[in-house]
């Protein structure tokens, strides 16, 4: 069984189908790249699946739970954890006080005081925030504040993260680095990503299989490679 | 803390010092202080900004008239607080629903609703005030009083200085995010609007013993509610000292003008309100915080 199996999920607004009978499985310990076009329906996938918008139909389970009309916050305790496209920091919380509710509550159990100092810090490490702790959230750059999205969902504790758009906004240095630290996160903590990205080259880089959405439906699915060579997403992603 | 504990002392004191007007005095401060950080517990953590906290104090009051006589004093005052707590219980899940501006409206809504409905139950039953006799002393009421400030304030300290207290900073701040990271949002907020409305009902009660007489319309009087959000507001609510310093210094100022100017009391507040939302927006506490750092 799939680590995260969505099944025949269908989201409609109004009269515009965003996603139409849209099934994908992910691996553990998988990079999972999803790709389209804006409007494409990607960032409503991330929903449906976190529990921000119950699907029109279908289903996700994770893990062996199913999770469709389970509360967002609940999920998260399950173990899957989503970062926003438009950022949505604490702004009036400092750095380390946005990472320190995502350790108190992420994990659904309780952590000693310095299990959650260690959780934070690490976070912090791991975007490259550690200098800036003391800030607002608020008076982050948008890069900064991109990287306190995954920071906040790392220190869940998720066991799979899914990244919506974070590289937009990061310099090509910025970009190399961060995926330095997932392929390091993955490998050193074994977490599953599935992640957005505009940015094609990262996302061919990092992922081991991607899927093309476009007008809410699957046009493609397999490994980097043969992705680039699909002509359908050529026509759809390249015009 | 040190200004807290500086008043608790003096507010347990005072019996055996001061004069009746004194006491008079330290019983409103001790009373707007348990009030204004109870509100705090909910409305400076959360932002959901609650106008009808006179609410809670009105059940109280009532809960308390009703018992007395059936009950020894203390046992009605602890079923008034746990009546407004109920109270908050059962509204509080559509209530929590609406933020901003419409949560500000719908508790005050709220608050007359239920004054309303008291006022019409009352009339049907054809009272008009109940007169209760037999309360405890002055000195007694004084010290529970106190007790009670003492208690809000170490409340609303603990709570902010806790795992739920940090939770409720989430939620004010962005409550999709929170939700998105694993805070049980609707249970947090539903827990602090009850911790909000204990306090206040044992005030209520505690109210009604001193002056031994209850009418709806002043149990529920608006300008309880009004009173609250102003001192809260002036003192700052980013502290917990800040409920402290907005009452006393609203309690102290209120004493000034009813005994001198009392159709200027609204005006007054109204101003200093605004005033204050104006000019200083983290209040007395943060105004204190800057004068001691320049210092
Ligand atoms: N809450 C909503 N209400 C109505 N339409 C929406 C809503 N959210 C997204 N849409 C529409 O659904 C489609 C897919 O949007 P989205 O998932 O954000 O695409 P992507 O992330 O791939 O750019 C778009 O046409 C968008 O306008
Ligand atoms: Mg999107």
New binding site residues.
């Given amino acids: 069984m799939a680590f995260l199996d969505i099944k025949g999920v269908s989201k409609r607004?109004?009269g515009?189908m965003?996603l139409n009978d849209v099934s994908l499985q992910v691996e553990k310990g998988e990079i999972f790249g999803l790709m389209?076009a804006?409007?494409?329906?990607?960032?409503?996938?991330f929903s449906v699946i976190a529990g921000h918008v119950a699907p029109s139909a279908g289903e996700v389970v994770f893990d062996g739970t199913r999770l469709t009309g389970l509360s967002p916050s609940r999920i998260c305790r399950l173990g899957l954890c989503r970062t926003f496209?438009i950022v949505r920091p604490f702004a009036g919380l400092t750095v380390a006080e946005n990472l320190r509710v995502a350790a108190l509550y992420g994990s659904g159990r309780k952590l000693s005081a310095s299990e959650i100092a260690a959780v934070v810090d690490e976070a912090l490490q791991a975007v490259d925030l550690a200098d800036r702790r003391h800030l607002d959230a608020a008076q982050l750059t948008l890069s900064g504040q991109k990287r306190l999205e995954i920071a906040r969902a790392l220190a869940t504790g998720a066991e799979l993260i899914m990244l919506d758009e974070v590289m937009a906004g990061l310099n090509p240095t910025e970009v190399s680095a961060m995926l330095a630290t997932l392929e390091r996160l993955r490998g050193e903590h074994g977490l599953t990503f599935v992640i957005?990205e505009h940015v094609i080259g990262a996302l061919m880089t990092l992922s081991d299989r991607i899927l093309v959405?476009d007008h809410g439906e699957r046009i493609a699915f397999g490994t980097p490679e043969e992705i680039g060579n699909h002509k359908r997403v050529a026509e759809v992603y390249f015009g | 803390m040190i200004l807290g504990l500086a008043l608790a002392v003096f507010g347990v004191a005072v019996p055996f010092i001061g004069s009746p007007y004194m006491m008079g005095v330290v019983f409103q401060v001790a009373m707007w202080i348990a009030l204004a950080q109870s509100w705090s517990m909910l409305s400076a953590t959360t932002g959901y900004l609650s106008l009808g906290h006179a609410v809670f104090y009105g059940i109280g009051a009532y809960v308390c008239v009703l018992l007395t006589g059936t009950l020894p004093f203390e046992l009605a005052l602890l079923a008034a607080a746990g009546s407004a707590g109920l109270f908050a219980a059962l509204v509080g899940m559509p209530v929590l629903r609406v933020r901003g501006p419409y949560f500000v409206i719908l508790t005050y809504g709220l608050s007359e609703l239920v004054r309303h409905v008291v006022m019409r139950i009352e009339s049907a039953l054809g009272s008009f005030g109940r007169m209760i006799f037999d309360v405890p002393s002055t000195e007694v009421l004084l010290w529970w009083m106190v007790g009670l400030a003492v208690l809000a304030t170490l409340g609303a300290y603990a709570i902010r200085h806790s795992r739920f207290g940090a939770g409720l900073a989430a939620i004010r701040e962005d409550e999709v995010a929170a939700e998105t990271v694993g805070v049980p949002v609707t249970r947090l907020k539903l827990l602090a609007f009850i911790a909000s409305a204990i306090i206040p009902g044992a005030v209520g009660g505690l109210a009604l013993l001193r002056t031994s007489y209850f009418e709806p319309a002043q149990a529920f009087d608006p300008v309880i509610s009004f009173t609250i959000v102003t001192m809260a507001l002036v003192g700052g609510t980013e502290t917990v000292r800040g409920p402290i310093l907005g009452a006393v210094g609203f309690a102290l100022l209120s004493e000034l003008l009813w005994s001198s100017l009392p159709q200027l009391y609204m005006i007054v507040l109204g101003l200093t309100l605004i005033g204050f939302i104006l000019f200083v927006p983290k209040g007395l506490s943060g105004l204190l915080g800057r004068i001691g750092r320049a210092a």
């Fill in positions: 607004f109004g515009l965003a389209g804006n409007g494409a329906g990607k960032t409503t996938l496209q957005v959405l």
